[in-house]
């Protein structure tokens, strides 16, 4: 009996979704297209409607101790604010606001204190979903930001030497030649 009853209702879970898709198209509905790089499959259409009316479900806005700052009671946060992307704030004191130091469409996650003095931030940051993080130099005082990597290759932030002089990060080639199906397979050769 209990194997009918959850087989009828994931049939009609099924339906329910198939039936949004089709009526989506048939009224004309704006549907969202997955970005170029994403391969979507077994997935149906999504109106934008149904896209708003969900996202407030998917308004989280956790923080996270992203670094401190080497001389000041100060550290590098990493939130949104609504209806925004994850950036970096700073907060100077206990309790205090959060002060924007970045933003852009696109989410900044991960950056590094300078270690000497903290003048200016390195921050990682990717452009379109593209996954092809690139580092950038912050100085915090003018608000300014200069590329410091190759944009045919993917970095990220690891740590600064102990003399402070030097940061480390890792750098992988981008093949943007490699078609989907090529990117799906998982070698294990060693």
Request: hydrophobic share 35%; aromatic share 6%; charged share 25%.
């Amino acid at each position: 009996m209990f194997t009918r009853q959850l087989a009828t209702g994931l049939t009609a879970a099924v339906l329910a979704v198939m039936s949004v898709g089709a009526y989506a198209q048939a009224n004309g509905a704006k549907i969202i297209e997955p970005n170029s790089h994403l391969t979507v499959e077994g997935i149906p259409p999504i109106t934008e409607d149904l896209a708003q009316r969900v996202g407030r479900y998917n308004d989280f806005r956790p923080r996270k101790l992203v670094d401190w700052h080497p001389k000041h009671r100060e550290m590098l946060v990493s939130t949104r604010t609504s209806g925004t992307t994850v950036q970096l704030h700073l907060l100077r004191k206990p309790m205090g606001e959060l002060e924007p130091l970045t933003d852009f469409p696109d989410p900044v996650r991960d950056a590094r204190f300078e270690p000497k003095n903290g003048d200016y931030i390195v921050y990682a940051k990717d452009e379109g979903g593209s996954e092809a993080a690139q580092l950038y130099r912050l100085d915090l005082n003018t608000r300014q930001s200069t590329l410091l990597t190759d944009p045919n290759e993917k970095h990220g932030i690891e740590e600064w030497n102990h003399a402070g002089t030097q940061l480390l990060f890792t750098s992988t080639q981008l093949d943007k030649t490699a078609g989907a199906e090529r990117r799906k397979e998982v070698t294990t050769d060693l």
